[in-house]
């Protein structure tokens, strides 16, 4: 057996021995002539016991049965016959089991808590004392000879009275103590403690059995069920105890008008029982009021920290337009006046009419209303424009709500604002933004792709009216049906919106990419989409952004200038492998040119040197001739060449250290050769000598060559050419080579053409003078192909200056040429 369960049967042997002792006293105390007890506080032990402890059905017949022998032996130990003992004790086991079980029916715990609770007390009371009135009278009558009715209404009030009386304690037992004893408990314990005993004492024979009444009241108003149980339980032992000895009014009335015992006994159990239901209706009434007292106190204070803390302004009006009561943020709108306290601002503004205090332009309006409330005619919701100080104009909407008194009638008005002036602000903002967008379509969805937004512009770029699609159309609906499937295979995923979205739900923040749309009338469109996610505070995704423009033109465009470009590239190759065919071709032939003419000139020095005899005076000028035109071929041959190579990227230098003045020297005697006959001054300035350069000397010769026999070609006779060569003073590392001439000179716009190739001036071609074009684009080949540059100065009629810089030879390297030096190298360069 658990500890619990000892305890709770040894408490339940002891509550049975208190049965029986007091059931021996009780029959002792009997009044005599009386077939029954005075009073059965047995009955009320044992129901106060099962009411306290409440235990299971089990346990509740077993102490039931032991009610029943307790109750029986209680009988027989008093006198009483063993048949008349064995149905008492039946009929209290009976009156027992019948109140606990009506007051725990159903599960219920026994409680006091409200006047419900009370009457179904006094109802099992009644049922359970009704039972043992029969039951006590039937034996009485039967096996006693008494009286039916004088025995079990004696019975019946005896035992009600003291389950009455007793009850309460056990159930009160469950109570948990809320407050610590004080004097006043004292005093009032006093009072009707000592009440009651003078009211029933011995020599006390006056009427007054009311007197212990107040007292119990005082307790039932102040001190709580518990006390009053405990004072009724004390009260009924007195009253009973020494009105059975002879004591108190009722004893007296009795020695005095004969009054029968059993009345006397019903007199006492009456005056118990109107003792035990005033004063425990009043004690649970006094606490169910404090209970409702403190429930509403703590629901004021909550409705209060609600207002406070409500981000909305809540005020209250009552029926003639005055503020009765208003929160925190209602009253830092409506401004509180300068003798407001500072804690509570918004107490003074109530009691002032709302149409004086609402900032709105219009107060006459506000007046209106409030007049309407009686009549409950103010609209359920209305917006309004507050002058707010500080803050400007707000925009409130306002919800409104009537309170209502217990005969319907409107008494107040709740109005519930709330500021929505910066909502509305970015709202129109964004719709202007939206609208303002004709030519981009801004489609939002919900997470299913449900259409939630549409603006002008993919009205435009999809011919659909937002009326026709917010809310209906699947996005992806929009869309080519063939293009979505094949993003749907190239993800591995089923066509559907989830195609168009699949990124952002990956965790992407944007996705970029062209699509074609579908319009309304069946055409279709490319548009470059990015989407993105819409997200809320929290950042949870609630849908999704699309924001197209229409790509269409762009796209063909692209591709137009695509197929543009194609073809040019296809043409600038075709046009190169034909001017390399054109370029190996001048070269091969050339180079079979060379071989013959080298021949040619080398038959005419035999012929002019004798080999063939002397010659006559018109012979050698022949033969000069032949000489003269063809040097001015091979020469030309050579160009030719050299710009085959220059164009193929194949100029292949040898450059060493190499002295200008034997290359100038050179390159002058071979242009002389050939312009012998002209008449022109000449002076040549090389200085210091040697004048060592990094080059290759045949390019540098063929370069010098160039420039030599331009000036000669391009100057009158009775010009001037002249040629220099020095370090150059600003740049030690560079040398400058000048040759100028005086004569048609080149007018500026043409300064940069005479570079290019095949380049001839008009003037040039006009006066039949001899040239390919090509001389002076071999000259810029040689000098950049040196890490040098050339530049004209000219005037038309001016004369020429051309000026070439080329690198200076490192000090330290072995000269290969040069007056004194060891004999030149055979060059391996191109130019020979
Ligand atoms: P070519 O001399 O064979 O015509 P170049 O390339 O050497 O070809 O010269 C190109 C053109 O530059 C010449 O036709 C001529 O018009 C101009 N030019 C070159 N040198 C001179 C110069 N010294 N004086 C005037 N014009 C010149």
Redesign the pocket.
């Known amino acids: 057996m658990t500890a619990p369960r000892l305890r709770w049967s040894v408490a339940a042997a002891v509550a049975l021995a208190g049965v029986f002792v007091l059931g021996v006293t009780s029959v002792h105390f009997a009044l005599p002539g009386s077939t029954v007890a005075l009073w059965w506080p047995a009955a009320g032990l044992a129901v106060s016991f099962l009411l306290a402890t409440n235990p299971g059905p089990r346990r509740s017949a077993v102490f039931v049965l032991g009610v029943l022998v307790s109750s029986a032996a209680a009988n027989l130990v008093g006198g009483r016959p063993a048949w008349v003992s064995i149905l008492y004790g039946v009929a209290n086991a009976a009156e027992v089991a019948l109140v606990h079980g009506l007051l725990t029916a159903r599960g219920r715990r026994p409680r006091l808590a409200s006047m419900d609770d009370l009457w179904r007390l006094i109802a099992a009371t009644v049922t359970g004392a009704a039972v043992i009135g029969v039951l006590a009278g039937l034996t009485a009558h039967y096996v006693l000879g008494g009286d039916f009715l004088d025995s079990a209404s004696a019975a019946a009030f005896s035992h009600g009275a003291a389950v009455l009386v007793m009850a309460p304690l056990g159930i009160a037992a469950g109570i948990r103590r809320t407050r610590r004893p004080e004097v006043e408990d004292l005093v009032q314990w006093v009072v009707v403690v000592g009440v009651t005993a003078w009211v029933f004492h011995l020599d006390q024979s006056l009427p007054l059995a009311f007197l212990p009444i107040p007292g119990l009241v005082w307790g039932a108003l102040r001190l709580g069920l518990r006390t009053v149980a405990a004072q009724l339980l004390v009260v009924g032992v007195v009253a009973v105890t020494m009105t059975s000895v002879g004591g108190g009014p009722f004893a007296t009335a009795a020695q005095v008008g004969g009054i029968p015992p059993e009345t006397v006994g019903a007199l006492t159990q009456a005056f118990l029982a109107t003792a035990a239901v005033t004063t425990l209706s009043l004690a649970v009434a006094t606490t169910q009021r404090r209970a409702a007292l403190a429930e509403l106190r703590s629901e004021v204070e909550l409705s209060g920290v609600v207002l406070d803390t409500a981000a909305s302004a809540i005020i209250v009006v009552d029926a003639s337009g005055t503020i009765a009561r208003l929160n925190a943020t209602a009253a830092r709108l409506l401004g509180a006046p300068e003798d407001a306290p500072e804690d509570a601002p918004e107490d003074a503004l109530v009691g002032r009419p709302a149409a004086e205090v609402f900032p709105v332009d219009d107060p006459q309006e506000v007046r209106t209303r409030m007049a309407e409330i009686a009549d409950g005619t103010v609209p359920l919701r209305n917006e309004q424009d507050w002058r707010v100080e500080g803050l400007g104009v707000r925009h409130m909407v306002w919800t409104n709500a009537y309170l209502t008194d217990d005969d319907g009638r409107r008494t107040h008005l709740v109005k519930t604002g709330v500021d929505v002036t910066d909502e509305r602000a970015a709202r129109t903002f964004v719709e202007a933004v939206l609208e303002a967008a004709t030519a981009t379509a801004i489609i939002g969805t919900d997470l299913d792709g449900v259409i939630t937004l549409f603006n002008r512009g993919a009205e435009t770029v999809l011919g659909w009216r937002a009326a026709e699609v917010v809310g209906i159309r699947d996005w992806s609906l929009l869309h080519d049906p063939a293009d979505v499937e094949r993003r749907a295979a190239e993800l591995g995923l089923d066509p559907g919106f989830g195609v168009l979205v699949h990124r952002l739900r990956g965790g992407a923040a944007t996705e970029t990419r062209d699509w074609t749309y579908v319009r309304k009338d069946g055409t279709r469109r490319t548009v470059s989409l990015t989407m993105s996610g819409i997200r809320d505070e929290s950042g949870r995704l609630t849908g999704y952004l699309g924001v197209a423009e229409d790509v269409t033109r762009r796209r063909q465009a692209e591709v137009a200038l695509q197929v543009a470009l194609d073809r040019e590239r296809q043409a600038v190759e075709e046009l190169t492998a034909l001017d390399r065919t054109k370029s190996d071709f001048v070269s091969s032939v050339s180079h079979e040119l060379r071989t013959p003419l080298a021949s040619v000139l080398g038959y005419a020095e035999m012929l002019e040197d004798g080999a063939a005899g002397d010659l006559t005076e018109r012979q050698l000028e022949l033969v000069g001739r032949v000489d003269r035109n063809g040097r001015r071929l091979l020469s030309l041959i050579e160009d030719l060449l050299l710009n085959s190579r220059i164009e193929a990227g194949r100029l292949r230098l040898e450059p060493r250290r190499c002295d200008l003045s034997d290359v100038v020297a050179s390159a002058w005697t071979s242009v002389a050769t050939v312009t012998s006959q002209r008449e022109l001054a000449r002076d040549i300035d090389v200085s210091p000598r040697p004048l060592w350069v990094e080059g290759d000397p045949a390019a540098l010769e063929r370069m010098v060559t160039?420039l030599l026999s331009?000036?000669v070609?391009?100057?009158p006779d009775g010009g001037r050419v002249s040629l220099a060569a020095h370090p150059d003073d600003r740049d030690p590392g560079t040398v400058r080579l000048v040759v100028s001439?005086s004569?048609?000179?080149?007018p500026p716009a043409?300064h940069e053409r005479?570079?290019a190739r095949f380049?001839?001036?008009s003037?040039?071609n006009e006066r039949a003078?001899?040239?390919?074009?090509?001389?002076?684009?071999i000259?810029r080949a040689i000098a950049e192909g040196h890490g040098g540059s050339v530049a004209v100065e000219?005037a038309p009629d001016a004369?020429?200056t051309?000026t070439v810089t080329l690198p200076v030879a490192p000090a330290t390297a072995v000269p290969v040429s040069g007056s004194g030096g060891p004999a030149p190298e055979r060059g391996v360069s191109d130019i020979s």
């Open positions: 160039n331009n000036a070609k391009f100057t001439d004569g048609m000179g080149i043409d005479v570079f380049f001839r001036s003037a040039a003078i001899q040239g390919s074009g090509l001389g002076l684009s000259v000219s004369g020429s051309f």
